[in-house]
């Protein structure tokens, strides 16, 4: 564990040793004014904080005081160091002169000035209050060769000093923290005499020999982000993700927010907070690939090959940063424990996801980081608690939750702070973060001036935290902002790299901080829920916030249960509901109320994607027929678990299949991308139209899609339209009948004709006009034949009045396109 590497006779931890190589480089060079941050706005808990105790000086209108009693000067210190010297050392200051005022300075010096030891925490507070005001003692001027003159400071011109003071020269006398002053002295044309014109204070703290009894210092170092994945995926086999936008990649990039939050606490004694959202984020990032939504509303466009190869170095980086190292993994999102408690509890349903997203957290880290996180911990925004607060945050198993000093405050009087964790009740140890400590580095450090009195200030108040009780060991919690910008970050670094082993502080972890000996006169009753602070009562979620998850949550339950490959839609969605929930939401109302309505709005498009066609109206001649219904699967998966459902509104008109009642229903099932027509056997008692109903209809028999209404028009055939058919039959019979007879008539007349012809030519032959001849005698010379005048007609035997013969002699010839040809 860190925290053993302070213990004489002990091996330092890694994380003390990359600690150590750190500090030199760190606390010897200046913060750059100029540091990376990420793009778009801080949330609003990294930037502000209405109720810290110490805050940076706040900026002013150019040519004005900045407060009661300040001078003409502008003294800006932005360099400090070593910010914590010990014997031996040269403190080095430099900074910036800023003739504010409309005359010139003349004979300007800028020189250092030792002021007392300060007695306790709320000196130090008084102290930050009024660091530019000339109202006051400014203590000892170290002057002579330490200082630096100036000829001459014309109005609004700039001027950069550098001030090198052995630790000698400025008789520190004993152990404390000591105000230190630069103060510029000079003269005017209205002012020739030399006075002060501007000053700027900040604070010395000085150790001259480690401490007995070091106070435990336990560092906080979140790794959380706001959410950047929607609800919807790819319909490919590994459902790549889809991104709202690449702001990630943005904060993942070299010198973006969350990168310099990893490079820097690599080397740092600190405890990871680390929300898995992000992880799985970056995770889906750098394995899945991914697309961002299209702002026009087309496709979604693909990330790029850069963003999945920076994600994938980031998590590699942050694999070794945390081996062998504490981690905390907050619950899936990072929930809003104080919107669930004073908003979602009135909403049926919400504080069933802080159970599932707990759950899914200590998966994501111990999959992704390859370690076992602790997911014991809750941590309401800013430390603020009530007792609906905590009943919410231990609601899914945490038994631990992060206070801060200034909500769960001290009242008995105590003369020292005690250690941060104390029992509350019902198993619970709620674990007080230090506000001063905690709050040090919130608002804007990207000035080199705020970054330097920042990383005092904070020395000053943990160096008097052991002061106050130097035979007494105590245990300290530092709960920074939750998102803290890449200059913020910077300014912890340089603070806690000035806290070495030869401080007044060991570094320990949140772990055994929450395990350490409560103080038995420290305060452990909470606050009240009047007591909750209404600057953070107005940044909660609104209810609506919560109505909305669960009509999300409804629509998913009602879905789910037809799919065929449900975990392919409930996760995303699942997680997306954790979102919603976010504590990164705060301040930002819109933009949550975005993401809520973009998450109902895809599911709905999805369960809308299986339903039935719309039918105008379907008619019945006669007194049964079937009616077809289609069901279409719009999904890649298939649907099943659904039944659809006929009914008619008049069933003593028209009846619907052969059971007893006024519907009948059918099972469906559709693969993804088909559809299902069903048929439906009807029987009408009357004629005109009857209004039916189709719907389908989940197993439990919950309605499902959008119901289609269409009548049903019901058409007898009457008795007018019977007759009418049966005359045309009996025409039809009639005409056939008749031709029949004729047919036969004329083949009696035939058979008859054909008689008569076969005794004449008997009665010839029996006369002797020839001799008998059957046909195709081959003794029969040319004489035999019959004889036959050409100049006559026709022949004796052949009438007039003869029926031509039915039949040409027979020939082999082709037959014509119009000629009769039988076979």
Same mark, same amino acid.
């Given at each position: 564990m860190?925290?053993?590497?302070?213990?004489q006779?002990?091996?330092p931890? %890694?994380?003390?040793?990359?600690?150590?190589?750190?500090?030199?480089l760190l606390?010897g060079a200046?913060?750059?004014?100029?540091?990376?941050?990420?793009?778009?706005?801080?949330?609003?808990?990294?930037?502000?904080?209405a109720?810290a =105790?110490?805050?940076?000086?706040?900026?002013?209108?150019?040519?004005a %005081?900045?407060s009661?009693?300040s001078?003409?000067?502008?003294?800006?210190?932005?360099?400090?160091?070593?910010?914590?010297?010990?014997?031996?050392?040269?403190v080095?200051?430099?900074?910036?002169?800023?003739?504010?005022?409309k005359?010139?300075?003349?004979?300007?010096?800028?020189?250092?000035?030792?002021g007392?030891?300060?007695?306790?925490?709320?000196?130090?507070?008084?102290a930050?209050?009024?660091s530019? !005001?000339?109202?006051?003692?400014?203590?000892?001027?170290?002057?002579?060769?330490y200082?630096e003159?100036?000829?001459k400071?014309?109005p609004?011109?700039?001027q950069?000093?550098?001030?090198?003071?052995p630790?000698?020269?400025?008789?520190?006398s004993?152990?404390?923290?000591?105000?230190?002053g630069?103060?510029?002295?000079?003269?005017?044309?209205?002012?020739?005499?030399?006075?002060?014109?501007?000053?700027e204070?900040?604070?010395l703290p000085?150790?001259?020999?480690?401490?007995?009894?070091?106070?435990?210092?336990?560092f906080?170092? =979140?790794?959380?982000?706001?959410?950047?994945?929607?609800?919807?995926?790819?319909s490919?086999?590994?459902q790549?993700?889809?991104?709202?936008?690449?702001?990630?990649?943005?904060?993942?990039?070299?010198?973006?927010?969350?990168?310099?939050?990893?490079?820097?606490g690599k080397?740092?004694?600190?405890?990871?907070?680390?929300?898995?959202d992000?992880?799985?984020?970056?995770?889906?990032?750098?394995?899945?690939?991914?697309?961002?939504?299209?702002?026009?509303?087309g496709?979604?466009i693909?990330?790029?090959?850069?963003?999945?190869?920076?994600?994938?170095?980031?998590?590699?980086?942050?694999?070794?940063?945390?081996?062998?190292?504490?981690?905390?993994?907050?619950?899936?999102a990072?929930p809003?424990l104080?919107?669930?408690?004073?908003?979602?509890?009135a909403?049926?349903?919400s504080?069933?996801h802080?159970?599932?997203?707990?759950?899914?957290?200590?998966?994501?880290?111990?999959?992704?980081?390859?370690?076992?996180?602790?997911?014991?911990?809750?941590?309401?925004?800013?430390?603020?608690?009530?007792?609906?607060v905590?009943?919410?945050?231990?609601?899914?198993?945490?038994?631990?939750?992060?206070a801060?000093?200034?909500s769960?405050r001290?009242t008995g009087?105590?003369?020292?702070?005690?250690?941060a964790?104390?029992?509350?009740?019902?198993?619970?140890t709620?674990?007080?973060?230090?506000?001063?400590?905690?709050t040090?580095?919130?608002?804007?450090?990207?000035?080199?001036?705020?970054s330097?009195?920042?990383?005092?200030?904070?020395?000053?108040?943990?160096?008097?935290?052991?002061?106050?009780?130097?035979?007494?060991?105590?245990?300290?919690?530092?709960?920074?902002?939750r998102?803290?910008?890449?200059?913020?970050?910077?300014?912890?670094?340089?603070?806690?790299?000035?806290?070495?082993?030869?401080?007044?502080?060991?570094?320990?972890?949140?772990i055994?901080a929450?395990?350490?000996?409560?103080?038995?006169?420290?305060?452990?009753?909470?606050?009240?829920?009047?007591?909750?602070?209404a600057?953070?009562?107005k940044?909660e979620l609104?209810?609506a916030?919560?109505?909305?998850?669960?009509?999300?949550?409804?629509?998913?339950?009602?879905f789910?249960?037809?799919?065929?490959?449900?975990?392919?839609?409930?996760?995303?969605?699942?997680?997306?509901?954790?979102?919603?929930?976010?504590?990164?939401?705060r301040?930002?109302?819109?933009e949550?109320?975005?993401?809520?309505?973009?998450v109902?709005?895809?599911?709905?498009?999805?369960t809308?994607?299986?339903?039935?066609i719309?039918?105008?109206?379907?008619?019945?001649?006669?007194?049964?027929?079937?009616?077809?219904?289609?069901?279409?699967?719009?999904l890649?998966?298939?649907?099943?678990?659904?039944?659809l459902?006929?009914?008619?509104t008049?069933?003593?008109?028209?009846?619907?299949?052969?059971?007893?009642?006024?519907?009948?229903?059918?099972?469906?099932?559709?693969?993804?991308?088909?559809s299902q027509?069903?048929?439906?056997t009807?029987?009408?008692?009357?004629n005109?139209?009857?209004?039916?109903v189709?719907?389908?209809?989940?197993?439990?028999?919950t309605?499902?899609?959008?119901?289609?209404?269409?009548?049903?028009?019901?058409?007898?055939?009457?008795?007018?339209?019977?007759l009418v058919?049966?005359?045309?039959i009996?025409?039809?019979?009639?005409?056939?009948?008749r031709?029949?007879t004729?047919r036969?008539?004329?083949?009696?007349?035939?058979?008859?004709?054909?008689?008569?012809?076969?005794?004449?030519?008997?009665?010839?032959?029996?006369?002797?006009?020839?001799p008998?001849?059957?046909?195709?005698?081959?003794?029969?010379?040319?004489?035999?034949?019959?004889? !036959?005048?050409?100049?006559?007609?026709?022949?004796?035997?052949?009438?007039p009045s003869?029926?031509?013969?039915?039949t040409?002699?027979?020939?082999t010839?082709?037959?014509g396109?119009g000629?009769?040809?039988?076979?």
């Open positions: 860190a925290e053993a590497a302070d213990f006779g002990m091996t931890s %890694p994380a003390r040793r990359r600690f150590r190589r750190t500090a030199a606390a200046p913060l750059l004014a100029g540091l990376l941050q990420l793009p778009g706005a801080a949330p609003a808990d990294a930037s502000a904080h109720a =105790p110490s805050t940076p000086k706040a900026p002013t209108a150019p040519g %005081p900045e009661p009693g001078g003409a000067v502008d003294v800006s210190v932005d360099s400090m160091t070593p910010s914590a010297p010990t014997d031996g050392d040269t080095t200051i430099s900074g910036k002169i800023t003739n504010e005022g005359q010139t300075v003349t004979d300007a010096k800028v020189g250092l000035r030792v007392p030891t300060l007695n306790d925490r709320s000196s130090i507070d008084n930050a209050k009024r530019d !005001s000339l109202q006051g003692g400014l203590g000892r001027e170290v002057g002579g060769k200082a003159e100036f000829d400071l014309a609004g011109v700039s950069n000093f550098r001030l090198s003071v630790v000698k020269e400025l008789d520190l004993s152990d404390g923290v000591y105000q230190l630069v103060a510029l002295t000079g003269r005017s044309a209205t002012q020739p005499y030399a006075q002060v014109l501007g000053v204070r900040t604070f000085w150790q001259s020999e480690a401490p007995e009894e070091k106070t435990k210092l336990s906080l170092w =979140p790794l959380i982000s706001t959410s950047h994945l929607t609800a919807e995926t790819a490919d086999e590994q790549t993700p889809v991104f709202a936008d690449d702001k990630l990649a943005e904060e993942v990039a070299p010198g973006g927010r969350l990168e310099q939050m990893l490079s820097l080397d740092l004694p600190v405890t990871w907070v680390i929300d898995p992000l992880l799985a984020s970056l995770d889906a990032m750098a394995t899945k690939g991914y697309s961002i939504e299209n702002p026009d509303g496709n979604p693909p990330g790029s090959a850069k963003n999945r190869a920076l994600a994938k170095q980031y998590l590699n980086a942050l694999q070794q940063a945390v081996k062998g190292e504490k981690v905390v993994a907050l619950p899936f990072d809003d104080a919107s669930l408690a004073h908003q979602g509890k909403v049926g349903g504080l069933s802080l159970k599932p997203a707990t759950d899914v957290a200590a998966k994501t880290v111990k999959s992704v980081l390859h370690v076992e996180p602790s997911t014991d911990f809750a941590w309401p925004a800013e430390g603020a608690v009530d007792p609906s905590v009943d919410v945050a231990t609601s899914a198993g945490a038994d631990k939750v992060i801060r000093s200034d769960l001290e009087g105590l003369p020292y702070t005690p250690t964790a104390r029992p509350i009740g019902g198993g619970t709620a674990v007080v973060a230090d506000a001063r400590l905690s040090a580095f919130q608002g804007d450090m990207t000035g080199a001036e705020d330097t009195l920042a990383v005092q200030r904070f020395l000053a108040q943990s160096q008097m935290v052991t002061l106050q009780d130097p035979d007494k060991q105590r245990s300290v919690v530092v709960a920074p902002q998102m803290p910008t890449a200059s913020q970050a910077q300014t912890m670094a340089k603070a806690l790299a000035a806290l070495d082993e030869e401080s007044w502080t060991e570094s320990d972890d949140l055994a929450a395990e350490a000996t409560p103080d038995p006169k420290a305060t452990t009753q909470v606050p009240g829920v009047g007591a909750y602070p600057r953070l009562r940044q609104p209810k916030a919560f109505e909305s998850v669960r009509t999300t949550q409804e629509t998913l339950n009602r789910k249960v037809i799919l065929s490959a449900p975990d392919r839609v409930v996760t995303p969605f699942g997680r997306a509901m954790d979102r919603e929930l976010s504590t990164s939401w301040s930002r109302p819109h949550a109320e975005t993401y809520r309505n973009s109902q709005r895809y599911l709905t498009t999805l809308g994607q299986v339903g039935l719309e039918k105008t109206e379907a008619k019945l001649s006669g007194r049964s027929a079937t009616i077809p219904i289609t069901v279409q699967n719009n890649v998966q298939g649907v099943e678990n659904l039944t459902r006929l009914t008619s008049k069933p003593t008109r028209l009846k619907i299949g052969e059971e007893p009642g006024a519907y009948e229903e059918q099972p469906i099932k559709v693969s993804g991308g088909h027509t069903v048929k439906f009807t029987t009408a008692n009357a005109g139209p009857v209004p039916v189709a719907q389908l209809y989940t197993e439990d028999g309605p499902y899609g959008k119901e289609i209404r269409f009548d049903v028009d019901v058409t007898e055939i009457t008795l007018t339209v019977m058919i049966a005359g045309g009996l025409l039809l019979v009639l005409a056939g009948f031709m029949y004729q036969k008539a004329a083949a009696r007349r035939a058979e008859a004709e054909d008689g008569e012809n076969a005794a004449d030519d008997s009665g010839d032959g029996e006369n002797g006009d020839g008998e001849r059957p046909d195709g005698d081959p003794e029969s010379g040319p004489e035999s034949g019959p004889r !036959s005048d050409p100049e006559s007609g026709p022949s004796a035997s052949e009438q003869d029926p031509t013969p039915d040409a002699p027979e020939s010839d082709p037959s396109t000629e009769r040809v039988d076979r």
